[in-house]
């Protein structure tokens, strides 16, 4: 997108908003791509601190430890793969930038309806973990990332999107939980 001045670039607003939604270092440059000295600059400017520092989560079981989680999960998957789709048909939006930019709709979104981003159970460090194993709106299929030790599935029973383990072909969600077991293994 082309700029005039001094007014911001597509990336510095990407950085802005993923910064406002409490987004770590590490993820605000991995996605906006914005010069380290702008991103501290940035940091200063929307917050008044740096970033909170440390390891990033990376675990994918931890989509799987409890029912919440796996209904967030999904819902938080489907909907990325909604507004990637959306993005798709921007007028002048670079085809590279359209990850960027739906990720931190989706950030912007996910907050919106947990009602603050304190509220919501999935950080934005996770979220990135997650999405970035699906990749891309086209590899969000039942089979999902064959790498991954999770994928996007339902419950046999009625149907709700789930994040499971891999490994099970079928799944239950906790209200059609089976008394004896959880699912059957593959
Ligand atoms: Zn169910």
Not at 26 to 46: A, G
Not at 111 to 135: M, N, P, V, W
């Amino acid at each position: 997108m082309l700029t005039a001045g001094s007014s911001p670039t597509l990336n510095e607003r990407i950085a802005r908003t993923l910064i406002l939604a409490g987004t770590r270092r590490p993820v605000v440059k991995s996605i906006s791509r914005v010069p380290d000295p702008k991103i501290d600059q940035l940091y200063s400017q929307e917050i008044g601190r740096n970033s909170t520092s440390g390891l990033l989560p990376s675990s994918l079981e931890w989509f799987t430890k409890t029912h919440r989680i796996q209904v967030h999960g999904a819902l938080v998957l489907l909907a990325y793969h909604r507004i990637y789709k959306s993005c798709v048909s921007i007028q002048g939006i670079m085809p590279d930038s359209i990850p960027r930019v739906a990720f931190t709709r989706t950030l912007t979104w996910y907050h919106e309806i947990c009602g603050g981003q304190d509220k919501a159970i999935i950080s934005a460090q996770r979220l990135y973990t997650l999405i970035r194993t699906f990749a891309d709106a086209q590899s969000i299929s039942p089979r999902g990332n064959e790498a991954a030790e999770i994928k996007l599935h339902h419950c046999a029973a009625c149907k709700i999107p789930l994040i499971i383990p891999r490994h099970y072909s079928e799944y239950h969600c906790t209200d059609h939980k089976p008394k004896s077991r959880r699912g059957s293994k593959a």
